[in-house]
């Protein structure tokens, strides 16, 4: 017990030493580009689907409900998932790099829920990031989930799952 309240601890700290910062990793517009962003896994029609795509990492890091007023998004889609594969599109974003973070919203709250038991603030709704990053106690750092957005038009792959799923691989 001391020792995964130890590796708790030391998973919080770590997370609050990445740095974030509210400026764009993008110093210039690139040219409009229509970016398909296609979620594999999707095991439920349950709820919707978060899209959310951010140029900084204070946003990405941010985590808030999707409605808080202080929750900002270079971009966001809300849509209804399909089985077993949904697509997303944007149209008109500008080229460059981005990190892509979607959240089955099962419950339709607006923001991705998290385990009380028997694992604290670990995620419980099926999630992916970008460059299918995972991190076991955070988000992942912003500069790996980075993606290069080219134009005229680019599709990413994700594949949704829990976190649990994640640390088990099952």
Same mark, same amino acid.
């Given at each position: 017990?001391?020792? *995964?309240?130890?590796?708790?601890?030391?998973?919080?700290?770590?997370?609050?030493?990445?740095?974030? +910062?509210?400026? +764009?990793?993008?110093?210039?517009?690139?040219?409009?580009?229509?970016?398909?962003?296609?979620?594999?896994? *999707?095991?439920?029609?349950?709820?919707?689907?978060? *899209?959310?795509?951010?140029?900084?990492?204070?946003?990405?890091?941010?985590?808030?409900? $999707? +409605?808080?007023?202080?929750?900002?998004?270079?971009?966001?889609?809300?849509?209804?998932?399909?089985? !077993?594969?949904? !697509?997303?599109?944007?149209?008109?974003?500008?080229? &460059?790099?981005?990190?892509?973070?979607? $959240?089955?919203?099962?419950?339709?709250?607006?923001?991705?829920?998290?385990?009380?038991?028997?694992?604290? &603030?670990?995620?419980?709704? !099926?999630?992916?990031?970008?460059?299918?990053?995972?991190?076991?106690?955070?988000? &992942?750092?912003?500069?790996?989930?980075? *993606?290069?957005?080219?134009? !005229?038009?680019?599709? $990413?792959?994700?594949?949704?799952?829990?976190?649990?799923?994640?640390?088990?691989?099952?």
């Amino acid at each position: 017990m001391r020792k *995964v309240l130890l590796i708790t601890a030391m998973g919080l700290v770590l997370t609050a030493c990445q740095s974030t +910062s509210k400026h +764009s990793v993008n110093t210039i517009a690139g040219e409009s580009t229509r970016l398909v962003v296609n979620i594999h896994n *999707v095991t439920s029609e349950q709820g919707q689907l978060l *899209v959310l795509i951010h140029d900084n990492s204070a946003d990405y890091h941010a985590d808030l409900n $999707i +409605s808080d007023p202080q929750a900002h998004y270079f971009a966001k889609k809300i849509v209804y998932p399909q089985k !077993p594969n949904t !697509p997303v599109v944007f149209d008109n974003l500008p080229a &460059g790099k981005y990190a892509i973070n979607v $959240i089955h919203d099962k419950d339709g709250d607006g923001e991705l829920d998290r385990m009380i038991f028997p694992f604290l &603030g670990m995620p419980s709704e !099926p999630y992916a990031l970008s460059n299918n990053i995972y991190d076991h106690f955070s988000k &992942g750092d912003f500069d790996d989930a980075l *993606v290069e957005i080219r134009s !005229p038009s680019h599709h $990413i792959d994700l594949n949704l799952s829990t976190h649990l799923s994640k640390v088990t691989g099952l």
